[in-house]
């Protein structure tokens, strides 16, 4: 009886020691793995401080507008952006000409590559046509530059009224379940597109927009974006105008804990003020940035818009001042005709005034 109760003491006993290691040795390597992982966070920080990553995609004529995205970029930041341009062969040697010329004047704040058109081959002829040609491209990127971790995408029809850094921030506030960044195609039923026309499900109350997106392309790869793409294309190709749009709203309503909604100063269009002041946000803070959607910026229908385009379109990189370039936007924007979105003329002009003012000192004007 005595063996077996020391029997039994020591097994209890070794039982106790396995588990005091097995606590220490877990204890040392959740502090390593911490130590590391707040090391690897402190660098990655780093990085995202010194290069920010900007995309489009731009086919045929679009190559003009292209440019002034890059322009507005150039005009209202110091901080070193990266841009991945994907685009047809037609226009890779005017993009590298242009840039690298921009890249010499600028002090290699701008550096580029360039990514060529590349559609699934067995529906390439879809998804060139989809809506605009190849902007659906952007559905594909996080499969086709596995070197980026993060970017931001935007349509070639919009124009930064501030620094990029603000825009890039916002990453850092992303939960562990946010893969990507986008604004609200409109907070009121009666004027967003979607809760009154689509025929396919959207994400939330009132859909989104797509021409503003941050996109953390690791996770995204991760959530297996790509996989989704082409069964939702070949389910709903008759039912989404709004070509890749659309399918990045289908994709959300199944997954909205995906999504970071930005305030609509960030992706300010036309839906904003041309019934009325629609984004509060903007009118006190200022427009950060401007999109023409629906050829705000060329087709004379808005004047406010197509002023703040003219004046950067004119704009020359390493020549002008951005005083120059104020009192273009001050002359065209005072010449238009009058509009709704016009006379919310200080929430064009607050956000360039003051970064010109931070960035480069006061000018006079």
């Not at 226009?91 to 890249?103: C, I, Q």
């Not at 506030?173 to 990507?180: C, K, V």
């Not at 689509?198 to 959530?223: E, Q």
Request: aromatic fraction near 16%; charged fraction near 20%.
């Amino acid at each position: 009886m005595m063996k077996l109760t020391l029997w039994k003491f020591g097994f209890l006993l070794f039982l106790s020691s396995l588990c005091a290691y097995y606590l220490y040795c877990k204890t040392y390597a959740d502090n390593i793995y911490r130590r590391h992982y707040s090391k690897a966070v402190e660098v990655q920080h780093k990085e995202d401080v010194e290069r920010i990553v900007l995309s489009f995609v731009v086919c045929d004529s679009r190559y003009n507008e292209s440019l002034n995205v890059v322009k507005s970029v150039l005009i209202f930041t110091k901080t070193p952006v990266y841009f991945v341009i994907f685009t047809d062969e037609n226009l890779k040697p005017k993009f590298n000409d242009t840039l690298n010329k921009w890249r010499s004047l600028t002090n290699n704040q701008l550096d580029f590559e360039l990514q060529k058109i590349n559609f699934p081959e067995a529906h390439e002829e879809d998804w060139m046509n989809l809506f605009s040609k190849c902007a659906a491209q952007r559905l594909f990127i996080p499969k086709l530059i596995p070197h980026i971790d993060s970017m931001i995408y935007v349509d070639t029809d919009t124009l930064f009224l501030g620094p990029v850094n603000e825009l890039w921030s916002y990453f850092s506030r992303f939960n562990s379940s946010q893969i990507s960044a986008v604004a609200l195609e409109d907070d009121n039923p009666n004027v967003s597109w979607y809760p009154r026309f689509a025929k396919h499900p959207f994400y939330g109350k009132y859909g989104i927009n797509s021409g503003v997106m941050l996109m953390n392309l690791t996770r995204m790869r991760t959530f297996g974006w790509v996989d989704y793409v082409t069964p939702i294309m070949l389910k709903w190709k008759l039912y989404i105008p709004w070509g890749d749009q659309d399918i990045i709203n289908i994709i959300f309503h199944y997954h909205e804990r995906a999504v970071y909604v930005l305030p609509c100063r960030y992706n300010y269009r036309s839906d904003q003020c041309m019934y009325g002041d629609a984004c509060a946000e903007a009118t006190t803070r200022g427009i950060f940035l401007l999109h023409g959607s629906r050829k705000a910026f060329h087709n004379h229908k808005q004047p406010a818009f197509e002023a703040i385009y003219r004046a950067i379109n004119e704009y020359n990189i390493g020549i002008d001042s951005t005083e120059t370039l104020l009192n273009k936007m001050e002359k065209y924007f005072t010449e238009a005709p009058a509009s709704n979105c016009g006379n919310l003329k200080n929430a064009f002009f607050r956000l360039p005034i003051k970064t010109i003012n931070d960035l480069y000192g006061k000018p006079n004007r």
